[in-house]
């Protein structure tokens, strides 16, 4: 055997022998890293909802400098619009006077002023209210993204956006393994969801709201192949014969 036959033999050899190593570590590091009681798939709709489900409508918490209108059926000396949550998250309204809006649903929010109201002033009070305008809230983007960072967003506000504010996700990203935690009534909650398939069309995309975290997984086997592949020239395997 000639040396150029013996040393291409074994530069092939190693490089076959982190090709196997890389297999078997990648088939290690694709089991989840996220505990088992964070919920996935449809599990995950219910505590981080689609954008276009009414239910994610319904969830929004009010926040302070939110616009909102507040209607008071047949009583329209009680009703207000574009009443702007002050910095405190406090709004004022007549007869009531100051309550608290911030960190409510607009249908927790019509019903505590419906009971306030019908303490001393009305009988059987019928209110709504309704998110006339979303001032500036912020969601953290973590993980293996382009620009980790605190982001502003205003209005409704989805997953794949927060991403892009990120500027997108990094090569060695899991994206079937981004989650969102949200923190509900002192409790933190949170979901796992497979950006792959909503970029895709195949899964919907879920409804972000100020102080959600979102941390964007690490993918082991993604990591171990790009070091393969920048290692590859250290070995001259592709060097071609007669060099």
Known sequence: ?????????????????????????????????????????????????????????????????????????????????????????????????????????????????????????LVDPQVSVLVAGSASQKVSVQGEVTEPGVYEIKGPTTLLEALAMAKGETRVAALREVVVFRTVDGQRLGGVFDVASIRRGEAADPQLRGNDVIVVGHSTAKSIWRDIVTAAPLFNVFRPLGY
């Open 1 to 121: 055997m000639s040396s150029l036959a013996r040393r291409l033999g074994g530069k092939m050899l190693r490089f076959s022998m982190m090709l196997l190593a890389a297999a078997a570590l990648s088939a290690c590091a694709n089991g989840s890293r996220i505990s088992s009681n964070v919920p996935r798939g449809a599990a995950a709709y219910q505590v981080i909802p689609a954008s276009a489900s009414e239910h994610a409508r319904q969830q929004y918490r009010i926040g302070p400098l939110d616009s909102i209108n507040v209607t008071v059926f047949q009583e329209p000396e009680l009703s207000t619009e574009a009443t702007t949550v002050d910095a405190t998250g406090k709004i004022t309204l007549p007869l009531i006077g100051s309550i608290d809006a911030a960190g409510k649903t607009a249908s927790e929010l019509s019903s505590e002023i419906a009971q306030r109201l019908g303490e001393k002033y």
